[in-house]
Nanobody
Framework: QVQLVESGGGLVQAGGSLRLSCVASGRTFSSYAMGWFRQAPGKERAFVATISWGGGSTYYADSVKGRFTISRDNAKNTVYLQMNSLKPEDTAVFYC?????????????????WGQGTQVTVSS
């Protein structure tokens, strides 16, 4: 199976920035669309951003547009989420996901593989 490992989470003040990374194990990484989701306490896992197989297309949840940027480096089997202007409501466990869906893949069910998550906490 494809294994995904997220890193880069932590504690940051409101207005600050974090960059999350997700490293995939498979050599077919470039064949997958990649997505980021997040889950706050007591809430459902929600879509954040996705990027197409080749990295040419991106799509963002309205709540993060203009603040977050998803990118990928297929040579490194890595997808990134650059998060700027962070808000307390961004606090959540962030999950990386991989799937074969047609862009943009917004639903959890569009993704076949998931990482274990990395905690992002934004303080006010």
């Amino acid at each position: 199976q494809v294994q995904l490992v997220e890193s880069g989470g932590g504690l940051v003040q409101a207005g600050g920035s974090l960059r999350l990374s997700c490293v995939a194990s498979g050599r077919t990484f470039s064949s997958y669309a990649m997505g980021w989701f997040r889950q706050a306490p007591g809430k459902e896992r929600a879509f954040v951003a996705t990027i197409s197989w080749g990295g040419g297309s991106t799509y963002y949840a309205d709540s993060v547009k203009g603040r977050f940027t998803i990118s990928r480096d297929n040579a490194k089997n890595t997808v990134y989420l650059q998060m700027n202007s962070l808000k307390p409501e961004d606090t959540a466990v962030f999950y990386c996901a991989a799937g074969r869906g047609y862009h943009p893949a917004l639903a959890r069910g569009s993704y076949d593989y998931w990482g274990q998550g990395t905690q992002v906490t934004v303080s006010s």
